[in-house]
């Protein structure tokens, strides 16, 4: 899952990042509203959260374009302001929760997992692929029902993959998904974080097929899968 924090406090949001990146997620974070609605209006994101006080662009205004858009992304408010008119206008606007400061981080990343649970239609939060799962609000992916340990950045690798099996992933769409904006990593660090992955996941049929020059695919598992070769880096 993939976040744009728009935060103008440096300390709290290098706190917020280093939190939300331990529990997984991919954070980007913006110091204005300005970056912000860039940023929502050219990348994708999975979740925002807003501070509503931030300068050259306040955080309603930010909330008011980005619905403009039609978008649907999951919203949470954070402010320094607890009124229930700023927090009537939030919602009104579009916004999904709200919660002011100061505030426990255990309480921010809770209701985290029940927006982005709610962001993925709030339907079925595991994605199954042979003997491999995923929880995507937990981040926590299973083999034959034993938990795996996987980095954050291979936890990252693997739902894009399954979110996309049997269907082409480039290079640059990866780097895209794992990377906090701004930061470069190169094709050959893709290279590492697959073969990672492929060593911790490639039992009984599943399988990360490498397409030259393009990018992967997370192959469609059959049970004659199963019964295949392995596949190559």
């Given at each position: 899952?993939?976040?744009?924090?728009?935060?103008?406090?440096?300390?709290?949001?290098?706190?917020l990042t280093r939190s939300l990146r331990q529990s997984g997620y991919a954070i980007d974070c913006v110091k204005n509203g300005v970056e912000a609605d860039s940023a929502l209006s050219t990348q994708d994101f999975d979740l925002l959260i807003l501070d509503l006080g931030l300068p050259k662009m306040p955080g309603?205004?930010?909330?008011?374009?980005?619905r403009a858009r039609n978008s649907h992304l999951p919203v949470l408010i954070l402010t320094a302001v607890d009124?229930?008119?700023?927090?009537?206008?939030?919602?009104?606007?579009?916004?999904?929760?709200?919660?002011?400061?100061?505030?426990?981080?255990?309480e921010?990343?809770?209701?985290v997992r029940a927006l982005t649970r709610r962001g993925v239609g709030g339907g079925p939060t595991a994605i199954k692929h042979g003997p491999l799962s995923y929880d995507q609000v937990g981040r926590i992916a299973y083999m034959h029902d034993q938990m795996l340990e996987l980095s954050?950045?291979?936890?990252?690798?693997?739902?894009?993959?399954?979110?996309?099996?049997?269907?082409l992933v480039s290079k640059e769409q990866l780097v895209d998904h794992l990377c906090e904006w701004g930061e470069e990593v190169s094709n050959n660090a893709i290279e590492v974080y697959v073969h990672r992955l492929?060593?911790?996941?490639?039992?009984?049929?599943?399988?990360?097929?490498?397409?030259r020059g393009l990018?992967?695919?997370l192959e469609r598992y059959s049970d004659a899968n199963a019964h295949g070769t392995p596949s190559t880096n």
């Open positions: 899952m993939r976040i744009l924090l728009a935060e103008d406090d440096s300390v709290l949001a290098d706190g309603l205004e930010v909330l008011r374009r980005l009124s229930i008119e700023q927090r009537v206008k939030g919602l009104d606007l579009g916004a999904d929760d709200y919660m002011a400061k100061p505030f426990a981080l255990s921010l990343e809770a209701r954050a950045r291979e936890l990252g690798l693997l739902e894009v993959l399954l979110q996309r099996t049997g269907r492929r060593k911790k996941i490639e039992v009984d049929g599943v399988r990360i097929a490498t397409v990018g992967y695919c």
